[in-house]
């Protein structure tokens, strides 16, 4: 079956540090596969996205990515977060149909 | 561009009630619309998949009698939950596709707020 695996609930982490968030997805064909973020009570906020070409994709807000095959992972990094970092973070694969399959998400808390 | 609205934001019925939640796609036409539940501090859920002028394919598990969806054109599609009860309650976000701009991605909605006391 078709899943997509975030590793971790919840990350906590102080502001200026830098930050990891991991995604696993189950697939040998191929996939497209996006990060997005949810604030408080809204709507999701793509990120970035990966669709073919370099496996280093740079997305919004100096968030970048990097797709793995050989791992079937996609792990979500920003060098130093901010305050305003603090959000839900969604990893998304869309397979070979129309249907987008979304992780568990992880909750990342910045402190100051 | 590639604004997808929803209304209301929030909305709280009484059990036994309807309520219509609308998604509007505000610069482009969206040939497809999805319907997601998002339970708090869980993920977002398929609900059904609705193409401009046909029925939704609805996810198994999920009631279509409960939950209809129409998507009469190519910037509106609304979901109406009849007689909701309190399990119903629930953060509702949709999503709209342009097959022109994208096949691959989906714009969401800021999410409705479904609460049935």
């Known amino acids: 079956a078709q899943s997509v695996t975030q590793l971790d609930s919840q990350v906590p982490v102080f502001e200026e540090a830098p930050v990891e968030l991991r995604c696993n997805y189950s697939?040998?064909?191929?996939?497209?596969l996006f990060w997005y973020v949810q604030y408080p009570n809204q709507g999701l906020q793509l990120l970035l996205k990966?669709?073919?070409?370099?496996?280093l994709v740079k997305g919004i807000n100096g968030f970048e990515a990097e797709f793995n095959k050989s791992q079937t992972s996609f792990h979500l990094r920003k060098p130093s977060v901010h305050i305003s970092d603090t959000a839900e973070y969604f990893c998304?694969?869309?397979?070979?149909?129309?249907?987008?399959?979304f992780g568990t998400g992880t909750r990342l808390q910045v402190f100051p | 561009g590639a604004v997808v609205s929803q209304h209301p934001s929030w909305v709280i019925c009484k059990s036994g009630t309807s309520v219509k939640i609308e998604c509007r796609s505000l610069?482009?036409?969206?040939?497809?619309m999805f319907w997601y539940r998002q339970f708090p501090k869980q993920s977002l859920m398929l609900m059904a998949t609705?193409?401009?002028?046909?029925?939704?394919?609805?996810e198994q598990g999920v009631e279509k009698d409960k939950f209809l969806i129409n998507h009469a054109s190519l910037t509106l599609s609304t979901l109406t939950v009849t007689s909701a009860h309190p399990e119903d309650s629930s953060f509702y976000i949709c999503?709209?596709?342009?097959?022109?701009?994208?096949?691959?991605?989906?714009?969401f909605g800021p999410g409705t707020r479904l609460t049935v006391t």
């Open positions: 999503s709209a596709r342009d097959a022109v701009r994208s096949s691959y991605e989906q714009y």
């Open positions: 610069d482009f036409q969206a040939t497809t």
């Open positions: 697939s040998s064909v191929s996939v497209y």
């Open positions: 609705s193409n401009e002028g046909s029925k939704a394919t609805y």
């Open positions: 998304a694969v869309l397979y070979n149909t129309d249907k987008l399959i």
């Open positions: 990966y669709l073919s070409g370099s496996t």
